[in-house]
């Protein structure tokens, strides 16, 4: 069965207003094949979610047939650090700060203040000098323009 295929069947098997997959990928260890997905919901994931999916797509595998010789199977959520990869995830990072590397390498940080109607994000860049703010301004990028998004992290 083609990676293709198995993504089809999750995706076929998941609740696809409330949960979205943000990575899947399968790999073969010892050929024995490790589904591996990223999954999350607007509101973030539970682990109690991740165990209950995996229990759903295990019966789905284990009545089709999809593996005879055994599988491995992981659920779990983006990882703290975990770039952003579809418009989904920007909406419910709106708020937080993030860095963006645009397509020609330029690193933006700031936070992230909205994710518009027309393809894009806006990110309010903040200058400061001796812990002072020197300038704001409101920056937009396209969507096509961002290479990589990480939410930063705050422990303050």
Known sequence: ????????????????????LTDFNIVR???TPHIKLSIDT?????????????????????KND?????YE?????PGIGEPLKMERQYHKNVGRNIRLITMDNVVIDGKLEAVTADQGI???VTKTKKGKIIEQKNTYIPFNNIKK????????
């Open 66 to 70: 999809i593996y005879p010789d055994g």
């Open 1 to 20: 069965m083609t990676t293709e295929e198995v993504k089809n069947i999750v995706l076929a098997n998941i609740d696809n207003e409330k949960y979205f």
């Open 29 to 31: 260890v010892k050929n």
């Open 149 to 156: 998004t990480e939410v930063l992290i705050s422990f303050n």
């Open 42 to 62: 607007d509101l973030g994931i539970t682990i109690d979610e991740c165990a209950h999916i995996s229990r759903i797509l295990n019966n789905i595998f284990a």
């Open 73 to 77: 199977l992981h659920v779990t959520s």
């Open 122 to 124: 806006n990110i309010l």
